[in-house]
């Protein structure tokens, strides 16, 4: 009885076995579960209430990349400080850049600020231009399609589910879309600083004015003289508002807020940076609601 029931056990294991995805950021996560459905398990790595560019190495997620069927990156060369070691440790030839079960979004995005010269000793943690694409929720869709794609290569079985999922998913995602859109017709021309380049996207997505970045170029923290340029220059111009994200010291984006009468916004990057933005319309909802009433 007991070896009848193991077999069937076995077969019913088999019979629904799902792909099991690794995703970096959680913004991913939640895009192969629209369209993966029943058929994936999906694992993130990154906390999301950490910096995306350094994501702290742990056992835990050298486990999930050994075991993982797929792996969904952001690219843009947003991982590249610690996703490398973590793949080497987990020994999974199947996730490797190239190989069947790797695959990098950046390649559906057209990117934003491509340096004319590139320099990692100058601290530039953006060379292949911004990585930052997932805050334009407009991307949310190509991401969504070009996973479905993958998802039918590597499981042809159930191409059928994935292509319905992808086009429910979109219908939803479009009506959404346009009334998102309308909701930040509102903040159009608002003029803002931000801290790092995480919400060029969206700004520009919106037409914000964006008068530039606390810090002076991508990851090199701010001197004091960088920071008497930026309260100067929103004197000058008159902003009022500065984005500040959940992961840096929030000190110097005060002390410009001071100096220049303006005011913080935190907000978020990824899906569950902060409270109550655990999906991916919560979490673009909450961005409109923080910077646009
Ligand atoms: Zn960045």
New binding site residues.
């Given amino acids: 009885m007991k070896k009848i029931l193991f077999i069937t056990l076995l077969a019913t294991v088999s019979l629904f076995a799902k792909v099991n995805v690794v995703t970096t950021y959680a913004y991913l996560g939640e895009i192969v579960k629209e369209v993966g459905g029943e058929n994936v398990k999906v694992d993130v790595l990154a906390d999301p209430t950490f910096d995306?560019?350094f994501v702290v190495p742990k056992p835990s997620l050298i486990t999930k990349l050994r075991r993982a069927d797929l792996l969904v990156v952001n690219g843009g060369q947003?991982e590249i400080g610690w996703l490398p070691p973590l793949l080497r440790g987990a020994q999974n030839g199947e996730l490797n850049a190239g190989a069947k079960g790797f695959l990098d979004v950046s390649g559906v995005i057209t990117m934003l600020n491509k340096p004319a010269v590139v320099s990692r000793a100058l601290g530039d943690?953006?060379p292949d231009g911004?990585?930052?694409f997932a805050l334009d929720p407009h991307n949310v869709g190509v991401i969504a399609k070009l996973i479905t794609k993958k998802l039918s290569l590597l499981d042809g079985e159930n191409s059928a589910a994935y292509e319905k999922n992808l086009a429910l998913f979109l219908e939803e995602w479009n009506q959404y879309l346009k009334q998102y859109d309308t909701k930040m017709g509102a903040c159009k021309g608002k003029k803002v600083v931000q801290y790092?380049?995480?919400f060029t996207y969206f700004l520009k997505r919106y037409e914000f004015e964006l008068y530039g970045n606390i810090e002076p170029l991508?990851?090199i923290t701010p001197s004091s003289k960088s920071i008497l340029k930026t309260v100067n220059l929103m004197k000058e111009k008159n902003v009022k508002t500065i984005l500040q994200d959940v992961y840096h010291e929030k000190k110097t984006a005060q002390f410009i807020a001071q100096k220049s009468g303006a005011d913080v916004i935190i907000v978020p990057h990824d899906v569950g940076s902060v409270e109550g933005t655990d999906t991916l319309k919560s979490f673009y909802n909450t961005i409109e609601m923080r910077l646009c009433r």
């Fill in positions: 995306p560019h947003l943690v953006h911004n990585p930052h790092h380049e995480l991508p990851g």
